[in-house]
Structure formats: C-alpha cells, structure tokens
C-alpha cells in the first residue's frame, strides 16, 4: 500500500519559515520525481516545485528564491523549505509522486497540510 504523509505545516507571520516534509512508504522512491502541488480557497491545484530522481529541480516564477525543493532517497523523504513566506502562500499543500513508464503512469498523493500565512 503506497502512502504518502506530509508534515511540517502551520500558522506563519509574513517573512517566517516552514519545512514541509512528505514521508513515502510502499513506493521505490529513488526512482519517483516527487513535486509539491498547493491549492488555496477557491483557486485550481498549483505545481510549486518539483525534483526528479536525479535530483533536478524547478519552481514556479512566484516561489523561485524563496523556496527549496530537496529530498533524501535514504529516508524516502522529499522536503520543501520555504522562506520569505507571504499571505500569497497560504494554501494546503500536497506530496506527489509521479513515475512514468512506456506502458504505465504511476501516480501518488499524500493528503495535504495546511500552511497560513497571516500576522
């Protein structure tokens, strides 16, 4: 049974911190891109940032500089730091693990944390 089970999330003053972090179980990990998606009230699901299994990375334009994706394949962890957090960010955000095959998509999500951002 895969799961995936984010932490780390909470009430944050503009200008604070929080590490999000997604333990995965039942997946190879080494061999998933892992991203991290968030959706806040009344807006569509948005990709934040994403890592491959080699280690690449990329962000959208809002978060680029302040947010950084990593993971650790031997605890099958992926984290998100996240800095210089504004009430923009406020949102639940969401594991994912994508592995793409020629014959299969294999897709995971954890079940959200939610991250305020409000003084």
């Known amino acids: 049974q895969v799961q995936l089970v984010e932490s780390g999330g909470g009430l944050v003053q503009p200008g604070g911190s929080l590490r999000l972090s997604c333990a995965a179980s039942?997946?190879?990990?080494?061999?998933?891109?892992m991203d991290w998606y968030r959706q806040a009230p009344g807006k569509q699901r948005e990709l934040v940032a994403s890592?491959?299994?080699?280690?690449?990375?990329n962000y959208v334009g809002s978060v680029k500089g302040r947010f950084a994706i990593s993971r650790d394949d031997a605890k099958n962890t992926v984290y998100l730091q996240m800095n210089s957090l504004k009430p923009e960010d406020t949102a639940v955000y969401y594991c994912?693990?994508?592995?793409?095959?020629?014959?299969?998509?294999?897709?995971?999500w954890g079940q959200g944390t939610q991250v305020t951002v409000s003084s």
């Open positions: 994912n693990a994508v592995l793409v095959t020629i014959i299969h998509r294999y897709d995971y």
């Open positions: 039942g997946i190879i990990f080494r061999t998933y891109a």
């Open positions: 890592i491959t299994s080699g280690g690449s990375t």
